[in-house]
């Protein structure tokens, strides 16, 4: 017999036994028979928790050696993708992030989940695809077909996933229905503009310390840290309230709120904020510091903002273990890294770092300034809001009801006796002038600017109505960056790039076509996208006599573009055409986050 299909009984349940499956094993040659043996051993002394796993789950506990895989282990994944093949069956990688919770929990009670092991992941007008560890255990699908009048599409999932699934989606419906339980069935928001009369219905919204309320909140924090998100998006709808995530750049919709539900989780996340929760009119700043499921601290820097359907509540993951990556994880090169080092090494100036909003200026600026925060140096920050609370600088906040704003900030840090001072924006001429004279009374000061690329920062200040004589005194230098996600190491392939592509990237340069590139493809550690994390692409500038000297009023500045690039700048494409040739990420990817590179 070298398959389980073989041993299943026709027309009967066939419930998996760990010997049957070690036989099929030691015969397709996956498994040695002294090793099938020793589990067979163990499984017979395993008490409690361990003697109710699932045969695989079992197997993959004791991590025995592939002999088909050299090197590799019958992991889970592997033995559940194994399953799926011996049952001819489709195999199905639950991912939570594409999973309709609201729709498929429903579908069947959760003791009827439970006791035939099964879930409910998707619904058609036709089917409802199941997914089961026990592809030859047929009873249940009877009882469900009649009950939801649609075919029944089974799938082979993992079984320890199935079994944690089945207990958070299950949860998770339970705390909303009892969220929702007694509240009103239309729209609920004072401030929502468009809501529908709804006479007769006198109770109020969920309490925001009310229990489900509280689960609700809990489960959006730990499946956030979970998928690796850097941001949660909260989203009042006419009907209902959005949640969507945002990993490696990228927003997925997660679940959708009865719409009192979402008013009431906005409300707990202002509570825990500590931000006015009877105030829905104004936007409000908050922040709550919390742990992650491993134990560290985790920040989250809480937005709100009123739209015509009521509160959106956006929340920003800051995780502290990011200001104590190196330049290198952050995706800089060696030359990157020298000239980068070379401008923020110097004792006084002005240092500008350029990009758009969640271009990662602020992780850059944290990581620069934890280096330089020496204890023989006073390292100073004015921020609005301070992003990451950090020890080993001294961090002041931007608070405009006290008509405390940056420029105010410098000047008061100007008395601190400060050696470093980051100035969190420079958004008008009056922080402009105030970091110039920080800089000018000797004091190194680091910013951020919001342009597309480093040489535009300088037309940026002048167009503040900085003197270009004050911006050859005192800038540095200027950094523009992006970030790109990059390549899942599990899963990436080789890959044969198109020369067309090519060329826009490296355009001017003309570098050859690599022959290290890569490729996505999509595997259980990325949710299949190809792309796992994210690095940073950069263009430096260092302020050379010859870019000195071109700084005018009436600046040509494709003149000084091309001047930057005789000095050795790479265009942000350049950077990321050299992530491409190292095989980190893809020309798609690059052409989609950086701007148009200029001739030189």
Known sequence: MNSLAD??????????????????????????????????????????DTARLHPLEFIASQAPADLSRPGKLLDLETLSRWLALEANQPYYRIDPLKIDVATVTPLMSFAFAQRHKILALELTERDVVVASAQPFVNSWEVNLTHVLKREIRRVVANPADIQRYTMEFYRLARSVRG?????PQGNSSIANFEQLLNLGSMSQEPDANDAHVVNIVD????????????????????DSGNVRLRIDGVLHTVYQFPLQVSVAIVSRLKSLGRMNVAEKRK?????????????????????????????KMVM?????????????????SSEDQRRWQSMVQQPNGIVLVTGPTGSGKTTTLYTTLKQLATPEVNVCTIEDPIEMVEDSFNQMQVRHNIELDFASGVRALMRQDPDIIMIGEIRDLETAEMAIQAAL?????????????????????????????????????????RLVRTLCPHCKTPATLDQE?????????????PSQAQQPVGCNECRD????????????????????????????????????????????RLSGAQKVAAGLTTIEEVLRVTPNSQQK
Do not use: C
Request: charged share 20%; hydrophobic share 40%.
């Open 7 to 48: 041993l299943a009984i026709t027309g009967q349940d066939w419930p998996l036994e760990l010997a049957d499956i070690l036989k099929v094993l030691v015969a397709q040659n996956r498994l040695t028979l002294d090793s099938a043996e020793h589990l067979s051993t163990l499984r017979r002394s395993a008490t409690g």
């Open 179 to 183: 969220a929702t339980a007694g509240g």
């Open 219 to 238: 489960w959006l924090f730990q499946y956030a840290f979970e998928q690796r998100a850097s941001d949660i998006h909260i989203e009042p709808r006419r």
């Open 283 to 311: 936007p409000q700043d908050g922040r709550i510091k919390t742990k992650s499921p491993q134990g560290s601290e985790i920040e989250l820097r809480l937005s709100t903002l009123p739209t015509a359907f009521g509160e």
């Open 316 to 332: 920003r993951i800051f995780d502290p273990d990011v200001l104590l990556r190196s330049f290198d994880q952050l995706g800089f």
């Open 441 to 481: 009374t000797g004091h190194l000061v680091l910013s951020t600017l919001h342009t597309n690329d480093a040489p535009t920062a300088i037309s940026r200040l002048i167009e503040l109505g900085v003197p270009a004589y004050l911006i050859r005194a005192t800038v540095l230098g200027v950094m523009a960056q």
């Open 501 to 513: 592509a090519w060329g826009e990237l490296v355009r001017p340069w003309n570098a050859p076509l």
């Open 529 to 572: 996208t190809g792309y796992r994390g994210r690095a940073g692409v950069y263009e430096l500038m260092p302020m050379s006599d010859n870019l000195r000297d071109m700084i005018r009023t009436d600046t040509d500045f494709s003149a000084l573009r091309r001047q930057a690039y005789k000095d050795g700048m790479h265009s942000l």
